[in-house]
T-cell receptor
Framework: GQQLNQSPQSMFIQEGEDVSMNCTSSSIFNTWLWYKQDPGEGPVLLIALYKAGELTSNGRLTAQFGITRKDSFLNISASIPSDVGIYFCAGQLRRDDKIIFGKGTRLHILP | DSGVTQTPKHLITATGQRVTLRCSPRSGDLSVYWYQQSLDQGLQFLIQYYNGEERAKGNILERFSAQQFPDLHSELNLSSLELGDSALYFC?????????????FGNGTRLTVT
């Protein structure tokens, strides 16, 4: 079935470090979405990407829609404690418009 | 606050029982999506409704069903519950159907089957 490969599965970083995570697939997507989920809450939209090659920023977050339409990455600069959580990528498949999610990247910040 | 309301927040029930989860989408949103999130798992798409009609189905079991009412709220019915059905169930809404608008999620219903 359709699958999004999100990596890394988890990250342990120091406060102030930059973070990079990505999602790849063998399928082609029309849209990429990046979400953050805090414990006990629903995912919150961070960035939406609609065109191949598009690079969009939201504060310290930057995401790009891959040129091949099969991948996307999310970067977080100068991480802070409130960045801790699970980050999900989601893509809308060009084939049937379904929206599928990656398994998430758990971000931990070391004291 | 995403504007998507889910009730109840927590639900504890026994195997074999039936429960109903409720979702009110953001004002003006016509699409409602249901997702299941098990422990340490990603979000598994169950079903989508658009303006009252079923639009897409994912990995939804036959024991599960859903509907969207004329006022656009949606209900997810889970029957003959099994221990493995314990999970977080999220509802999300979006403004449009085939032209995707970002999904906005509620805070979920945590279902525990004992």
């Amino acid at each position: 079935g359709q699958q999004l490969n999100q990596s890394p599965q988890s990250m342990f970083i120091q406060e102030g470090e930059d973070v990079s995570m990505n999602c790849t697939s063998s399928s082609i997507f029309n849209t990429w979405l990046w979400y953050k989920q805090d414990p006990g809450e629903g995912p919150v939209l961070l960035i939406a990407l609609y065109k191949a090659g598009e690079l969009t920023s939201n504060g310290r977050l930057t995401a790009q829609f891959g040129i091949t339409r099969k991948d996307s990455f999310l970067n977080i600069s100068a991480s802070i404690p409130s960045d801790v959580g699970i980050y999900f990528c989601a893509g809308q498949l060009r084939r049937d418009d379904k929206i599928i999610f990656g398994k998430g990247t758990r971000l931990h910040i070391l004291p | 606050d995403s504007g998507v309301t889910q009730t109840p927040k927590h639900l504890i029930t026994a195997t074999g029982q039936r429960v109903t989860l409720r979702c009110s989408p953001r004002s003006g949103d016509l699409s409602v999506y249901w997702y299941q999130q098990s422990l340490d798992q990603g979000l598994q798409f169950l079903i989508q409704y658009y303006n009252g009609e079923e639009r897409a189905k994912g990995n939804i079991l036959e024991r599960f069903s859903a509907q969207q009412f004329p006022d656009l709220h949606s209900e997810l019915n889970l029957s003959s519950l099994e221990l493995g059905d314990s999970a977080l169930y999220f509802c999300a809404s979006s403004a449009k159907d085939r032209v995707v608008a970002p999904l906005h999620f509620g805070n979920g219903t945590r279902l525990t089957v004992t």
